[in-house]
């Protein structure tokens, strides 16, 4: 096995930590709309039982007082009693909750702990998962990025170079050096290099040949396989084309088919399915809308059956499940989180579809009646395309109507049921920790956080935020999965090339 070797490059002085324009304006008091949300029913709890007693001390006593927000001893125990947090984590966990389960506090340094201890241990400790070590880096760098946490350079130049060597002469990235390059860890490897955002990260991919390996998997349907001779899915057709976009390499020849597949991935339940006619499922119905976006071709979808399917994912539990009569997974809560944020920005084809639907429910000549659909105007779309515009201007798009599913019952449950107490977040209480649930769990917390917000990039009020107002993480573009301000120094970086 080859081992990447982090942090021991020759040191360099430190940046200083820069802290985000939202991290700046430090902690906001909840106001009373902020508090948690109902309780979810489905988590049993004991009727006899009462809300924890009070703690009897400063519950600020514990920590620094600059870290903490200014929450009373009567502020917290009237959140008990509203929320019912102090029985849902009783019986989650068969112990009193301390004091910040109740707060619903993020436990960021525990989280950036075990983040970045998992990063500086990527070569000895990962070895069973030697196929995929540019998603781990994935799954570390870009979390902590949403935590604000800047990496030290050495360990930054470390990763540059480890997936430098996992870049594959002839184009695209394997899940090591030497592999096999594979869709997935492309995309792992790309989102890691414009989460990092050096120039020597970002002009460390090679485009030419990353086009000609895109080109090697595209097949004759016009789908991408996941590597040359591999198979076909929504998920490789979603990590070829955001990586060919957030790059800027995307055109006619990548794009031809890819929206056609798609939209045969639909199901009747309204959800994306891997493939056509099986199970529609969060994970592909993410990549299904997120590719069809980045191609301008939303319209190919029944947008409004899948808004339906996504919203009833959400379970009373308030996190999501990934499809139908499943258990719900913190992970869901970014990829069926981040399809339906997504939503949000496309109310106008949603109007335009349901009003053809009313038409053709009146009379079957509805088309008629009702003029051409959308997806006939888009097969009229232009040949010289800008395909990097489409998620440029996604993303500078206000959001058309509020969020379609329960934004804080899911920080409830990210925060609650998500979170492990020595950092970490996890599928749900009883499993362990891991940082693809670390990297989604947060993913999902950012989304909605910013979910009721018009602009993307504006300031959460604290009512969208639950707990303290220190929870807030970096905005993300939801597409890529890549937070805020690193999409618009690659998306910058690369529309000079
Ligand atoms: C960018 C990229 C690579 C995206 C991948 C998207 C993604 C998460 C797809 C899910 C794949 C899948 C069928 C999981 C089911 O697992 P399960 O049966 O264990 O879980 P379930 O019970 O929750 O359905
Ligand atoms: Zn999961």
Same mark, same amino acid.
């Given at each position: 096995?080859?081992?990447?070797?982090?942090?021991?490059?020759?040191?360099?002085?430190?940046?200083?930590?820069?802290?985000?324009?939202?991290?700046?304006?430090?902690?906001?008091?909840?106001?009373?709309?902020?508090?948690?949300?109902?309780?979810?029913?489905?988590?049993?709890?004991?009727?006899?039982?009462?809300?924890?007693?009070?703690?009897?001390?400063?519950?600020?006593?514990?920590?620094?007082?600059?870290?903490?927000?200014?929450?009373?001893?009567?502020?917290?125990?009237?959140?008990?009693?509203?929320?019912?947090?102090?029985?849902?984590?009783?019986?989650?966990?068969?112990?009193?909750?301390?004091?910040?389960?109740?707060?619903?506090?993020?436990?960021?340094?525990?989280?950036?702990?075990?983040?970045?201890?998992?990063?500086?241990?990527?070569?000895?400790?990962?070895?069973?998962?030697?196929?995929?070590?540019?998603?781990?880096?994935?799954?570390?760098?870009?979390?902590? =990025?949403? /935590?604000?946490?800047? !990496?030290? %350079?050495? +360990?930054?130049?470390?990763?540059? #170079?480890?997936? *430098? &060597? @996992? $870049?594959?002469?002839?184009?695209?990235?394997?899940?090591?050096?030497?592999?096999?390059?594979h869709l997935a860890t492309t995309y792992a490897?790309?989102?890691?290099?414009?989460?990092?955002?050096?120039?020597?990260?970002?002009?460390?991919?090679?485009?030419?040949?990353?086009?000609?390996?895109?080109?090697?998997?595209?097949?004759?349907?016009?789908?991408?396989?996941m590597?040359?001779?591999?198979?076909?899915?929504?998920r490789?057709?979603?990590t070829?084309?955001?990586? =060919?976009? /957030?790059?800027?390499? !995307?055109? %006619?020849? +990548?794009?031809?088919?890819?929206? #056609?597949?798609? *939209? &045969? @991935? $639909?199901?009747?339940?309204?959800?994306?399915?891997?493939?056509?006619?099986?199970?529609?499922?969060?994970?592909?119905?993410?990549?299904?809308?997120?590719?069809?976006?980045?191609?301008?071709?939303?319209?190919?979808?029944?947008?409004?059956?899948?808004?339906?399917?996504?919203?009833?994912?959400?379970?009373?539990?308030?996190?999501?499940?990934?499809?139908?009569?499943?258990?719900?997974?913190?992970?869901?809560?970014?990829?069926?989180?981040?399809?339906?944020?997504?939503?949000?920005?496309?109310?106008?084809?949603? %109007?335009?579809?349901?009003?053809?639907?009313?038409?053709?429910?009146?009379?079957?000549?509805?088309?008629?009646?009702?003029?051409?659909?959308?997806?006939?105007?888009?097969?009229?779309?232009?040949?010289?395309?800008?395909?990097?515009?489409?998620?440029?201007?996604?993303?500078?798009?206000?959001?058309?109507?509020?969020?379609?599913?329960?934004?804080?019952?899911?920080?409830?449950?990210?925060?609650?049921?998500?979170?492990?107490?020595?950092?970490?977040?996890?599928?749900?209480?009883?499993?362990?920790?891991?940082?693809?649930?670390?990297?989604?769990?947060?993913?999902?917390?950012?989304?909605?956080?910013?979910?009721?917000?018009?602009?993307?990039?504006?300031?959460?009020?604290?009512?969208?935020?639950?707990?303290?107002?220190?929870?807030?993480?970096?905005?993300?573009?939801?597409?890529?999965?890549?937070?805020?301000?690193?999409?618009?120094?690659?998306?910058?970086?690369?529309?000079?090339?």
């Open positions: 096995m080859v081992r990447l070797s982090l942090g021991t490059g020759a040191a360099r002085p430190h940046r200083a930590r820069s802290r985000s324009r939202r991290a700046q304006q430090g902690r906001v008091q909840p106001s009373g709309e902020g508090g948690p949300p109902p309780p979810p029913t489905a988590v049993p709890m004991d009727s006899s039982q009462q809300p924890t007693p009070p703690t009897g001390g400063d519950p600020a006593a514990d920590h620094e007082a600059a870290e903490l927000p200014p929450l009373t001893v009567t502020q917290i125990e009237q959140m008990k009693v509203e929320s019912k947090v102090g029985d849902i984590y009783r019986v989650l966990f068969g112990a009193a909750p301390d004091t910040r389960s109740v707060m619903l506090e993020l436990w960021r340094d525990e989280h950036i702990e075990y983040l970045t201890k998992g990063l500086r241990h990527l070569g000895p400790n990962f070895h069973v998962l030697d196929a995929n070590r540019p998603w781990l880096c994935y799954w570390m760098v870009h979390p902590l =990025a949403l /935590l604000d946490e800047v !990496l030290d %350079d050495d +360990l930054e130049d470390d990763i540059v #170079d480890f997936l *430098a &060597r @996992c $870049q594959d002469k002839d184009g695209g990235y394997g899940g090591g050096p030497g592999q096999l390059p490897a790309v989102n890691t290099l414009v989460t990092i955002g050096s120039e020597r990260a970002l002009s460390s991919i090679n485009r030419d040949n990353l086009r000609k390996f895109l080109l090697r998997v595209k097949d004759s349907s016009g789908a991408f396989r590597h040359e001779c591999g198979e076909i899915d929504a490789s057709c979603y070829a084309v955001s990586v =060919a976009s /957030l790059v800027n390499i !995307l055109d %006619d020849e +990548l794009a031809k088919g890819v929206g #056609d597949y798609i *939209a &045969r @991935c $639909q199901t009747y339940e309204g959800g994306i399915a891997g493939e056509p006619y099986a199970e529609a499922h969060g994970g592909y119905t993410f990549c299904g809308l997120a590719a069809l976006i980045l191609l301008n071709e939303a319209d190919k979808l029944d947008l409004p059956s899948l808004i339906e399917w996504v919203a009833f994912r959400q379970g009373v539990e308030c996190g999501f499940q990934g499809r139908t009569n499943k258990l719900v997974d913190g992970c869901y809560s970014f990829w069926q989180g981040a399809a339906i944020a997504l939503t949000q920005k496309l109310m106008t084809v949603v %109007d335009e579809q349901l009003k053809l639907k009313s038409c053709s429910s009146k009379q079957p000549s509805g088309k008629d009646a009702c003029g051409p659909s959308s997806s006939e105007q888009s097969s009229e779309k232009s040949s010289t395309v800008e395909y990097a515009k489409f998620g440029f201007d996604f993303i500078m798009r206000s959001n058309q109507i509020g969020p379609l599913f329960h934004n804080i019952a899911l920080q409830q449950y990210i925060l609650l049921c998500a979170q492990v107490l020595e950092g970490g977040l996890r599928d749900k209480p009883g499993k362990n920790r891991d940082h693809y649930h670390s990297c989604y769990c947060l993913s999902g917390l950012s989304v909605s956080q910013y979910s009721a917000m018009t602009d993307s990039d504006s300031c959460p009020l604290p009512q969208h935020v639950l707990g303290p107002y220190s929870n807030l993480l970096e905005p993300i573009h939801p597409i890529y999965n890549v937070v805020l301000d690193k999409y618009h120094t690659a998306y910058e970086f690369f529309s000079k090339e």
